[in-house]
């Protein structure tokens, strides 16, 4: 599974921005996809993630009501509207999937070593 982010890039504080994540796995519908964020010397940590079939969302409690992630199944495409951007929202931003049907219901889906497939990171610089 081969995953393209894309969308990143310079907002001021208080602005938004929109990232996207797109597959040409024609099973994507089957796939948890999750943003995960990482900054210099620090761990990558989790963000929010969608299901596929039921499109429950988990956000982190640090974005939770400023981002919003959503999918569309039939552009294979997942999204992350962010809006009241912080400057500690700084980070190169990665997109993660997992096979939840080969995974099993109990995989922690907040977890980065849940997930098999990895995309290039986009950075989101935050910053006036």
């Known amino acids: 599974v081969q995953l393209q982010a894309s969308g990143g890039g310079l907002v001021q504080p208080g602005g938004s921005l929109t990232l996207s994540c797109t597959t040409s796995?024609?099973?994507?519908?089957?796939?948890?996809v999750a943003w995960f964020r990482q900054t210099p010397g620090n761990e990558r940590e989790f963000v929010a993630a969608?299901?596929?079939?039921?499109?429950?969302?988990f956000y982190a409690d640090s974005v939770k009501v400023r981002f919003t992630i959503s999918r569309d199944n039939t552009k294979n495409t997942v999204f992350l509207q962010m809006n009241s951007l912080k400057s500690e929202d700084t980070a190169v931003y990665y997109c993660?999937?997992?096979?939840?049907?080969?995974?099993?219901?109990?995989?922690?889906?907040?977890?980065?070593?849940?997930?098999?497939?990895w995309g290039p990171g986009t950075l989101v610089t935050v910053s006036s």
């Open positions: 993660a999937a997992l096979d939840l049907t080969a995974k099993g219901a109990a995989v922690p889906i907040t977890n980065r070593a849940s997930y098999d497939y």
């Open positions: 969608v299901k596929g079939m039921t499109s429950n969302r």
């Open positions: 796995e024609r099973t994507f519908s089957a796939y948890v």
